[in-house]
């Protein structure tokens, strides 16, 4: 098999989004595999079941690996997996800009390790490789964070923003794109920090991997307050937790997220993160369900 080159991925990226520009909303779900499996086998098979033709990767599943720090060799292997059973990558999670960062105090004392310095010290090198692997996967959206949560991560946002847009040129010649997530233990949590961060940020290479639950935590409302506050042309990639969708106190009204998303021209995939603590394959399989019956009722 002959290597795959930058042209190819350029090729393959292009007509990705050629064909999601008239793909249903159904054809736009996404799950991460670990989430739904405990094996790389088994997450296909959910996918199939299913009838999805995306799957977002962040740690194998059934492991302690991340897909990212993956051998060449490996991602390969598992792009050519996917491709044989008709699935694609919808976005790469990595846990780049995840530690702490020097020169802040962090919110709690666990989080400021000491291993992080040499972490962020290594943060082109780990960037070059999570790009590598998102060459080899035939994706072109990677996450990314904005290091642990301090007392006043306001006042730590311009930093962030600074080492966002460096990290963005090395990005930008390998045209993939940052997603920042907003998680509740980062200096983004809310879609009012995630707004104020992307006001900050030069480059066009970053944008916003949205999960309306982690803001939560912060007392926000994600829906409809917090998504008014985002720039919408930024949002590259939408997560789901398990618990907004099943039943319960927690549930948010994915099909009216859907149909505004749609209105305000979003073209991403939305990734399913079951994230519950307990029967997680169970409650993947539920939440499924539910968002099957949700999209036939639209």
Not at 17 to 32: K, M, Q, T, Y
Request: glycine share 6%; with cysteine.
């Amino acid at each position: 098999m002959r290597a795959w080159t930058r042209r190819d991925f350029l090729l393959t990226i292009a007509a990705v989004r050629a064909a999601d520009a008239g793909s249903s909303l159904w054809e736009r779900l996404s799950v991460i595999t670990d989430e739904v499996a405990t094996s790389p086998a088994e997450a296909i098979s959910f996918a199939r079941q299913y009838g999805l033709r995306w799957v977002e990767l962040r740690g194998v599943p059934g492991s302690n690996r991340m897909y990212y720090a993956l051998p060449l060799e490996e991602l390969q292997q598992t792009a050519r997996e996917l491709e044989d059973h008709g699935l694609r990558v919808s976005f790469l999670n990595t846990d780049l800009l995840k530690g702490w960062l020097p020169g802040t105090t962090a919110l709690r004392p666990e989080w400021q390790r000491p291993a992080d310095e040499q972490r962020f010290a290594r943060r082109f090198d780990d960037l070059e490789r999570a790009l590598e692997a998102a060459h080899a996967l035939r994706v072109d959206k990677i996450r990314v964070f904005t290091f642990r949560r301090t007392a006043e991560p306001e006042a730590v946002l311009p930093r962030v923003a600074e080492i966002l847009d460096e990290l963005a040129e090395q990005a930008a010649k390998a045209r993939v794109r940052l997603l920042v997530e907003n998680e509740g233990s980062c200096n983004v949590a809310t879609c009012r920090e995630l707004a104020r961060l992307m006001s900050l940020v030069r480059s066009p290479w970053i944008g916003i991997n949205w999960d309306p639950f982690n803001g939560r935590a912060y007392g926000e409302r994600p829906w409809p307050d917090g998504y008014a506050l985002l720039p919408k042309n930024r949002i590259g990639n939408v997560q789901m937790k398990g618990r907004s969708i099943l039943p319960g106190p927690e549930q948010l009204d994915w099909p009216a997220i859907f149909r505004r998303l749609l209105q305000d021209g979003y073209t991403g995939c939305f990734g399913l993160e079951t994230h519950t603590r307990e029967d997680r394959i169970g409650n993947s399989h539920r939440s499924m369900q539910i968002l099957q019956a949700w999209i036939r009722e639209s």
